[in-house]
């Protein structure tokens, strides 16, 4: 997002476009498809997807979930796309890295601290943290600051019953939130790439919010650890990177926390970073974005960026008499 090195290119300018099959697993399973099925099937034709699926018989899972806030033309991004084009510094900065850098990681037992400003805090087995009947599955749109976006099936609890559950204190006006710091497990942290552990925040009002998750899975299963195991943060009317991965800590505090891309790059990227087509990136424009995970004539098209990414209704009141050209 920041810094312009050549891993860091978003992989639409060096990739053709809706090649997102991660190329090394691409490259294996073109390698292994030439044994298993024939070359014959390459050079018939078989889609990227299909040949993933043919060789790794990995077939996209079926979508679950209440559609949140989703117009007609918007379908889940297939979860080979959802699970193979992330970012994660911590498992590398390019778009393609998390899914094999990530695939070692362990991300159980997880203890996650509630701490600061609350009655109750505590350290948290996660199975303890998550209420099973709280548990839901909803889809909703996930756009990032890079201009691109896809459509998620998220399974997650909202972050509100957490909340209600820690019991603020009346001093606590924040939420921050820690990933985990352990370089030997997350290689990414041994650079300097960012200053670590990624840390984000939340106005109380906006943690509270109904349509605020903690996520525990996409597409009805566990999260990927490419896309945050065990836990992460999800916020459908901000850009992609307020959504923190692998959370260990969360704490109240009174101060607006500092967020890692705001540390790394003031200028460009601010403590709310909601999605908002009227104000532009400085480095690009942020009235229109690229769907990813589409095909033929579909994948070229340029969709329109909605205000609060099609959550205004929800969210708007928030925000209200705020000038958000200021709070970006
Ligand atoms: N969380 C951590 N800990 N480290 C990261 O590098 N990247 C952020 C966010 N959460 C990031 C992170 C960014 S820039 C985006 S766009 C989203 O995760 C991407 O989520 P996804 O890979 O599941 O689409």
């Keep these: 997002m920041l810094i312009r090195r050549a891993t860091d290119l978003p992989s639409s300018e060096l990739t053709p476009e809706g090649v997102y099959v991660n ?4 490259l294996a399973a073109a390698g292994a498809a030439a044994g298993a099925v024939g070359l014959g099937a390459i050079a018939g034709g078989l889609s990227p997807r299909a040949l993933h ?36 510094y911590e498992f590398g900065t390019g778009k393609d890295e ?20 609350v009655g109750k805090p505590g350290d948290y087995q996660l199975e303890d943290f998550l209420k099973p009947s709280a548990i839901e599955d909803r889809i909703y749109r996930h756009r990032c600051v890079e201009a ?13 019953d957490v909340i209600k559950r820690a019991a603020p204190t009346a001093k606590a006006k924040y939420v921050e939130f820690t990933t985990l710091y352990d370089p030997k497990r997350m290689p990414g942290q041994q650079s300097g790439v960012l200053d670590w552990p990624y840390v984000e925040g939340l106005r109380l009002d906006e943690a509270m919010n109904p349509l605020t998750m903690l996520a525990t899975g996409v597409y009805g299963r566990d999260l990927p650890n490419q896309n945050g195991a065990p836990l992460r943060l999800v916020v459908p009317w901000k850009y992609g990177f307020k959504g923190i991965k692998s959370i260990v800590r969360i704490r109240f ?75 970006y």
């Design 23 to 26: 190329r090394r697993t691409f």
């Design 148 to 160: 691109w976006s896809m459509v998620i099936p998220w399974r997650g609890i909202p972050l509100a």
């Design 53 to 88: 699926a043919a060789v790794l018989g990995r077939q996209d899972p079926q979508a679950v979930g209440k559609p949140y806030g989703l117009q007609s033309d918007d379908k889940p991004t297939p979860w080979s796309d959802v699970t193979s084009y992330n970012n994660f």
């Design 98 to 117: 998390p899914i094999e850098m990530a695939k070692n990681f362990k991300p159980k037992p997880w203890t996650v601290k509630v701490d600061g400003l």
């Design 253 to 327: 505090v009174e101060q607006q926390p500092r967020n890692t891309w705001n540390i790394a790059n003031p200028s460009e990227y601010g403590f709310y970073s909601n999605v908002n087509p009227e104000v532009d990136h400085p480095r690009w424009s942020q009235a229109t974005e690229r769907r990813l995970g589409l095909t033929g004539l579909d994948k070229l098209r340029r969709r329109k960026t909605l205000m609060f990414n099609g959550y205004v209704d929800q969210v708007g009141s928030m925000y209200a008499g705020m000038d958000l050209r200021k709070n």
